[in-house]
């Protein structure tokens, strides 16, 4: 896991299959996930009509739930897709948006984790926390304060009470399977990347959708860390590049699309996570 090189064979897999990836999503960032899938070599497919359902999860290679502009249709959409996800053994990726903002959103996050459906679920801190019963540290839809220490066992907690992959994202990531952490984070920090990152909209959003993408050629744990490093360093070569928001928006998908094992393992380094009792 650590030396990486596994990140390499499935971003080549991710291009060499182009991989359906569904998305139920946001009307926000609907644009930006699908450009942000297509740079990556994947194929989006933005549908949350349920008419579209039966014919749409089972030619799927993943589906992401995006529950950031949430309604009664959206909802029974998104259920929809899960349940018939799990009768065609599609892996789902949740995006629990805006969870603990409102009783409306914690409650569908909840509702579809309870489905069982669900392989892997990534969300910032505040909604990470939702999830667990901590509520009241999302602001609208943004992250709430990052505590590191507890984001590590937050998303053990989470993986563990679910039976699912669980990753939180911050300035320092975290991902679990209920009995292993992991740190995902840059190997040193950018104060350009630190300027831009709060003045974009959805960016987690395409985290969750590429994690999608490698959730269609690996398996979960392996996806959401592959995805998570890969937008780690996007990121990071897009805001060197360009530190101004609309011009960095454009160099996401820029290096998205030249992105190579190589280029993320210079940047990104990830670690075993050993929690103590108190922590976990």
Same mark, same amino acid.
């Not at 630190?194 to 994690?211: D, F, K, Y």
């Given at each position: 896991?650590?030396?990486?090189?596994?990140?390499?064979?499935?971003?080549?897999?991710?291009?060499?299959?182009?991989?359906?990836?569904?998305?139920?999503?946001?009307?926000?960032?609907?644009?930006?996930?699908?450009?942000?899938?297509?740079?990556?070599?994947?194929?989006?497919?933005?549908?949350?009509?349920? @008419?579209?359902?039966?014919?749409?999860? $089972?030619?799927?290679?993943?589906?992401?739930? =995006?529950?950031?502009?949430?309604?009664?249709?959206?909802?029974?959409?998104?259920?929809?897709?899960?349940?018939?996800?799990?009768?065609?053994?599609? $892996?789902?990726?949740?995006?629990?948006? #805006?969870?603990?903002?409102?009783?409306?959103?914690?409650?569908?996050?909840?509702?579809?984790? =309870?489905?069982?459906?669900? !392989?892997?679920?990534?969300?910032?801190? &505040? @909604?990470?926390?939702?999830?667990? &019963?901590?509520?009241?540290?999302?602001?609208?839809?943004?992250?709430?304060?990052?505590?590191?220490?507890?984001?590590?066992?937050?998303?053990?907690?989470?993986?563990?009470?679910?039976?699912?992959?669980? #990753?939180?994202? *911050?300035?320092?990531?975290? /991902?679990?399977? *209920?009995?292993?952490?992991? !740190? /995902?984070?840059?190997?040193?920090?950018?104060?350009?990347?630190?300027?831009?990152?709060?003045?974009?909209?959805?960016? #987690?959003?395409?985290?969750?959708?590429?994690? %999608?993408?490698?959730?269609?050629?690996?398996?979960?744990?392996?996806?959401?860390?592959? %995805?998570?490093?890969?937008?780690?360093?996007? !990121?990071?070569?897009?805001?060197?590049?360009? $530190?101004?928001? &609309?011009?960095?928006?454009?160099?996401?998908?820029?290096?998205?699309?030249?992105?190579? %094992?190589?280029?993320?393992? !210079?940047?990104?380094?990830?670690?075993?996570? @050993?929690?103590?009792?108190?922590?976990?």
């Amino acid at each position: 896991m650590h030396n990486m090189t596994w990140i390499d064979d499935t971003l080549r897999m991710v291009r060499k299959k182009r991989p359906l990836v569904h998305n139920i999503t946001n009307f926000v960032v609907m644009n930006t996930t699908a450009n942000a899938l297509l740079a990556l070599g994947a194929s989006p497919i933005m549908s949350h009509s349920v @008419e579209d359902l039966e014919d749409l999860v $089972p030619v799927a290679d993943a589906v992401v739930v =995006n529950i950031g502009t949430l309604d009664e249709y959206f909802t029974y959409s998104m259920l929809k897709a899960v349940q018939l996800a799990k009768v065609y053994k599609k $892996p789902v990726v949740l995006d629990p948006v #805006g969870a603990g903002a409102t009783r409306l959103r914690t409650r569908a996050a909840l509702m579809l984790l =309870n489905s069982g459906g669900i !392989s892997v679920v990534r969300g910032n801190f &505040g @909604e990470m926390s939702a999830l667990v &019963g901590e509520y009241g540290r999302t602001k609208g839809v943004e992250a709430a304060a990052y505590e590191s220490v507890k984001a590590a066992g937050l998303v053990l907690e989470v993986a563990s009470r679910y039976s699912t992959i669980a #990753g939180v994202t *911050g300035p320092v990531d975290y /991902v679990s399977d *209920g009995r292993r952490v992991f !740190s /995902v984070e840059l190997k040193k920090s950018s104060q350009k990347l630190e300027q831009v990152i709060g003045r974009v909209t959805g960016l #987690g959003c395409i985290v969750s959708a590429i994690i %999608g993408a490698f959730l269609a050629v690996e398996e979960p744990l392996k996806a959401c860390i592959a %995805g998570i490093a890969t937008f780690k360093a996007v !990121s990071l070569y897009a805001a060197e590049e360009s $530190p101004y928001p &609309g011009s960095f928006h454009v160099k996401l998908y820029d290096w998205l699309y030249k992105i190579d %094992g190589e280029s993320i393992r !210079s940047v990104v380094k990830v670690s075993s996570v @050993e929690l103590s009792q108190r922590e976990a």
